[in-house]
């Protein structure tokens, strides 16, 4: 089975700050791992993914997120960010093989500050 | 290329119906699946469809119940509604195999009085 853990359930940040929205998984079996964002009133969009290679995968938007195996986490980061950021940030994982069941964390709210 | 798309947007049930959730998925995808968003949760798997044929489910109850058509469109088909399945229902299609991603339709925010 799969856990996904965002301990911080909003993150207030003031424009052009950098910021830090973190994700633990835990799993028994290989997994990918994808970082969503959810605008109010939208379905999710896909800001990055990562499969294999490559530790530091860079998204849409400017964000980018490393992948620590040792640490099971998955942290996203952003060096600058802009009003409109502010949204709620998911982090999933999926196994590598099998269903496409995606555990999703509990979700981090991202309030950008003027 | 279309994307996902969901219908309808609103839905406005009572206790004990049954409700029809419609889903549409991008061209060219094979693969569905349905998450149940509740209000300041994070999304939660319902099944995923692929060749017509459930394949895989969450921890839902059989009155929670789906379908795939030939042209990969979808059904969520929910009995006996109760208060809390009042959420916003998520469609996402794929391509089947490796790390393809899935693509999100806006949901269909369903309210159960």
């Known amino acids: 089975a799969q856990s996904v853990t965002q301990l911080d359930s909003q993150v207030p940040v003031f424009e052009e700050a950098p910021v830090e929205l973190r994700c633990n998984y835990s799993s028994s079996v290989s997994v990918y791992l994808f970082w969503y964002v959810q605008y109010p009133n939208q379905g999710l969009q896909l800001l990055l993914k990562y499969l294999s290679g490559s530790t530091l995968v860079k998204g849409i938007n400017g964000f980018e997120a490393e992948f620590n195996k040792s640490q099971t986490s998955f942290h996203l980061r952003k060096p600058s960010v802009h009003i409109s950021d502010t949204a709620e940030y998911f982090c999933?994982?999926?196994?590598?093989?099998?269903?496409?069941?995606?555990?999703f964390g509990t979700g981090t709210r991202l309030k950008v500050l003027a | 290329e279309t994307g996902v798309t969901q219908s309808p947007t609103h839905l406005i049930k009572t206790r004990g119906q049954q409700v029809t959730l419609r889903c549409s998925s991008q061209s060219g995808h094979n693969t569905v699946s349905w998450y149940q968003q509740a209000l300041g949760q994070g999304p939660q798997f319902i099944f995923q469809?692929?060749?017509?044929?459930e394949n895989g489910r969450g921890n839902f109850p059989p009155r929670f119940s789906g379908l795939q058509f030939p042209n990969y469109s979808s059904e969520l088909n929910v009995n006996a509604l109760e208060l809390d399945d009042s959420a916003l229902y998520l469609c996402?299609?794929?391509?089947w195999g490796g790390g393809s991603e899935q693509y999100f339709g806006p949901g269909t925010r369903l309210t159960v009085t």
């Open positions: 996402a299609s794929s391509l």
């Open positions: 999933a994982v999926r196994p590598t093989s099998g269903t496409y069941k995606y555990i």
């Open positions: 469809y692929y060749r017509e044929e």
